[in-house]
């Protein structure tokens, strides 16, 4: 199975900041990455795929890079309702895994 | 309007059986693959499986394959997921799940069912 490998943990930042979260492959998955948001008691939602591709409605604040094994989401210009749990999930090979995910909470 | 609604979860007893279903409306349902996956307490994401558009296939999570059965009826719009011998470890959130446009990325989901695992 394909390790996935999320950091921080847990992050608190104030708004307006720029955070970033990272998610490491145990092998090189060719960008089959997608991003997610959970909010507070609701259920997760497809931000980013394909490592750097916007889902419709996604603000632009958002973005996804990397490659091989290593990627990230960054998020500009913080904003109170961005205050979610994010996922890293990989779709290069059955059976497909999640990271740990990332708290982010305001400061 | 995609919409995915699950339905059947509740108490269960360890070893006992029980079977979730999943209502989808707002789009042909029998174009695409399904999928459920599950979020534990602590907030663990775990993908149980996938069953192909028109039911000949399914793919689960190995660690699941021998107690979990995907099904779909494309007439009634429905997926089901039959969880069998349940543990306490399959205390979780199921969640219905259909994909954006490519495999298991996952653009649509359910409000997610609760399924409590306890004697």
């Known amino acids: 199975d394909i390790q996935m490998t999320q950091s921080p943990a847990s992050l608190s930042a104030s708004l307006g900041e720029t955070v970033t979260i990272e998610c490491l492959a145990s092998e090189d998955i060719y960008s089959n990455l997608a991003w997610y948001q959970q909010k507070p008691g609701k259920s997760p939602q497809l931000l980013i795929y394909?490592?750097?591709s916007l889902n419709d409605g996604v603000p632009s604040r958002f973005s996804g890079s990397g490659s091989g094994t290593q990627y990230s989401l960054k998020i500009n210009s913080l904003q109170s309702e961005d205050v979610s749990i994010y996922f890293c999930?990989?779709?290069?090979?059955?059976?497909?895994?999640f990271g740990g995910g990332t708290k982010l909470e305001l400061k | 309007e995609v919409q995915l609604v699950e339905s059947g979860g509740g108490l269960v007893q360890p070893g006992a059986s029980l079977k979730l279903s999943c209502v989808a409306s707002?789009?042909?349902?029998?174009?695409?693959?399904m999928s459920w996956v599950r979020q534990t307490p602590g907030k663990t994401m775990e993908w149980i499986g996938d069953?192909?558009?028109?039911?000949?296939?399914?793919n689960y999570a190995p660690s699941l394959k021998n107690r979990f059965t995907i099904s779909r009826d494309n007439a009634k719009s429905t997926l089901y997921l039959q969880m069998s011998n349940v543990r306490s470890e399959d205390t979780a959130t199921y969640y219905c799940?259909?994909?954006?446009?490519?495999?298991?990325?996952?653009?649509?989901w359910g409000q997610g069912v609760m399924v409590t695992v306890s004697s």
């Open positions: 069953i192909k558009y028109d039911g000949s296939y399914t």
């Open positions: 799940t259909r994909d954006r446009s490519t495999v298991a990325t996952w653009g649509y």
């Open positions: 394909y490592a750097n």
């Open positions: 999930q990989q779709n290069y090979d059955s059976p497909w895994t």
């Open positions: 707002g789009f042909t349902f029998s174009d695409y693959w």
